[in-house]
């Protein structure tokens, strides 16, 4: 009877799979089933995966057709309440890589605390393995307070993510991460933290997450801006309906400026959804009482016009220094 769930997605990272799979089966805790998800990569994935399964009877693999990152995690998901016993679940990036202890200790911290989630801190790595980030501002703590709870996660981005944590199975019983979202770990986070009954965040630094210039959250693409401002809003629309504190980021200038500046690279076919984020975004804006000033409103209907004079009054004026 496996503990653990643990769920892989896989999509074109031959060059990473090994390791990832590797890490995994190199636990120090062993008690787990694995499943590898074949989202209809094209590469050597599939059959690196079969490779693995036939050596080791604790792992799955579902091949499917290619739905992304979500469709793929959904599918772990299904497979673990359908076929699995385990009670915990736990998500693993086909790029990344973990500690050798790292099931261990988020098993161990979710039974001394009595916590249904549990969320460690990462060390960021480049695509040779070098560390490029590691001293992030984690604490421990642990808490079923959700206000105290979600202050941290208005705090710090670093425990959006859907890896480094190990979740108890119920909190998935009526969730999914979201079809078709680049971001779709922002937005799921917040429904994760509200089904969670008890939480626990160490300190400890056990997933390694790798950097990828041509990955998808690398990627600065409209979809993915959109996808991101969509679900920071929608985190914000929650908190609100929930008597939480929101997150400050939504209304901040850089969140205003973000919203503006990415309606000239939208195409036609984003702009309807655009028009209504815009308007949801627009109704939490004037939400704040301090937005509601004249200053602050002319700067949301007319942030990129006001961005481009003062960027030309600032040239003109570096160039009449220059020249005296």
């Known amino acids: 009877m496996p503990a653990i769930t643990v769920i892989v997605p896989v999509y074109k990272v031959e060059k990473y799979l090994r390791k990832c799979v590797d890490s995994i089966l190199g636990q120090s ?120 709870l979600f202050e941290v996660l208005n705090a710090s981005w670093r425990i959006d993510m859907a890896w480094n944590k190990l979740y108890a199975k119920p909190i998935f019983d009526s969730l999914r991460f979201a079809f078709g979202k680049i971001h779709e770990d922002e937005f799921a986070i917040h429904h994760v933290l509200w089904n969670c009954r008890r939480a626990a965040i160490i300190y400890s630094s056990l997933y390694y997450y790798r950097t990828r210039e041509n990955s998808i959250m690398a990627s600065k693409s409209p979809k993915s801006r959109l996808d991101s401002i969509e679900a920071l809003i929608e985190q914000y629309e929650f908190c609100l309906n929930h008597d939480l504190k929101p997150r400050d980021l939504v209304v901040s200038d850089y969140f205003l400026s973000e919203v503006a500046s990415l309606k000239e690279k939208l195409d036609k076919r984003d702009g309807k959804r655009y028009k209504k984020l815009k308007k949801r975004f627009k109704s939490i804006y004037f939400g704040l009482y301090s937005n509601r000033k004249l200053r602050r409103r002319l700067r949301f209907f007319f942030y990129q016009p006001c961005c481009r004079i003062a960027d030309a009054y600032r040239k003109a004026f570096s160039k009449d220094i220059r020249r005296n």
């Open 29 to 148: 805790f062993q008690d787990f089933d694995l499943v590898l998800v074949d989202d209809g990569s094209p590469d050597n994935c599939p059959r690196i995966c079969d490779e693995y399964a036939e050596k080791d009877s604790r792992i799955v693999v579902i091949h499917k057709e290619n739905g992304g990152l979500s469709d793929a995690r959904n599918a772990g998901i299904d497979w673990a309440k359908e076929h699995s016993s385990s009670d915990w679940l736990a998500f693993v990036d086909s790029d990344d890589y973990l500690h050798e202890d790292y099931l261990k200790t988020l098993y161990e911290t979710a039974q001394k605390e009595d916590a249904d989630l549990v969320i460690c801190d990462f060390i960021r790595v480049d695509d040779n393995e070098n560390v490029v980030e590691k001293k992030h501002k984690f604490f421990d703590i642990v808490t079923d307070d959700k206000k105290e």
